[in-house]
């Protein structure tokens, strides 16, 4: 079975530029998480969506940041401008729902680096 | 206090010997409790829930301590390939009722030949 699929992988960008990350969910899952990982701040969520509807967005940092689901397969994280301290791992994760508490299955990340 | 809270460790830990951690959480009406592990440069994986009346799977044990609201594991005959870390995972809770997962920062568990 396929799992929660994301690109890129790994990512250097120079500040000031656009950056885009990609998750496809695993299919049938209903939510879908976009979190950030640093060493200093450990996993963050940063914005989920449960049927393609963003639920909260109370964790994205600044406007910098924008999240869309078009469709139940297909979720972007975008950066725009990118600065040095947003240099993390960024993990999207899916699940049946959220509301059960159900389990998730995260992807395998997009190591970025803004330099 | 932080939602969820864990000791970052590192514990270090001889091969064969009983490990135990714990986790606090904040919020008295979290209703589901998880442990992920997570290896170096990996996505975290799901190792196990934990239920009210506490479970073991294999050499893993989880028990969940809701007056003192906290959830611990232990890991039992410990194997150089548990070194990893270890996620206390709690529902969140906002407005309506649960709505996702609150990650703690993780316990850096290394087990030792």
């Known amino acids: 079975d396929a799992g929660v699929i994301q690109s890129p992988r790994h990512e250097v960008t120079e500040m000031g530029q656009e950056v885009t990350l990609r998750c496809k969910p695993i299919?049938?899952?209903?939510?879908l998480f976009w979190y950030r990982q640093t060493m200093m701040r450990g996993l963050e969520l940063l914005i989920y969506?449960?049927?393609?509807?963003?639920?909260?967005d109370s964790g994205m940092p600044e406007d910098r940041f924008s999240a869309k689901m078009p469709n139940a397969s297909f979720s972007t994280l975008k950066i725009q401008p990118s600065e040095p301290r947003d240099s993390a791992v960024y993990f999207c994760?899916?699940?049946?729902?959220?509301?059960?508490?159900?389990?998730?299955?995260f992807g395998e990340g997009s190591w970025l680096t803004v330099v | 206090r932080k939602e969820v809270e864990q000791d970052p460790g590192p514990f270090n830990v001889p091969e064969g010997a009983t490990v135990a951690f714990n986790c606090t959480y904040s919020n008295s009406a979290s209703q589901s409790f998880f442990w992920y592990r997570q290896d170096c440069r990996k996505e975290p994986k799901l190792l196990m829930s934990v239920y009210s009346s506490g479970n073991e799977d294999g050499r893993f044990t989880a028990q969940l301590n809701r007056a003192s609201q906290y959830i611990s594991l232990l890991i039992r005959d410990s194997k150089l390939s548990d070194s990893a870390t270890y996620l206390c995972?709690?529902?969140?809770?906002?407005?309506?009722?649960?709505?996702?997962?609150?990650f703690g920062k993780g316990t850096h568990l290394i087990i030792q030949p």
């Open positions: 299919s049938g899952h209903n939510s």
């Open positions: 995972v709690v529902t969140r809770y906002s407005g309506g009722g649960a709505d996702g997962l609150t």
């Open positions: 969506f449960n049927n393609n509807v963003p639920i909260d």
């Open positions: 994760a899916s699940s049946m729902d959220i509301y059960s508490g159900n389990t998730i299955y």
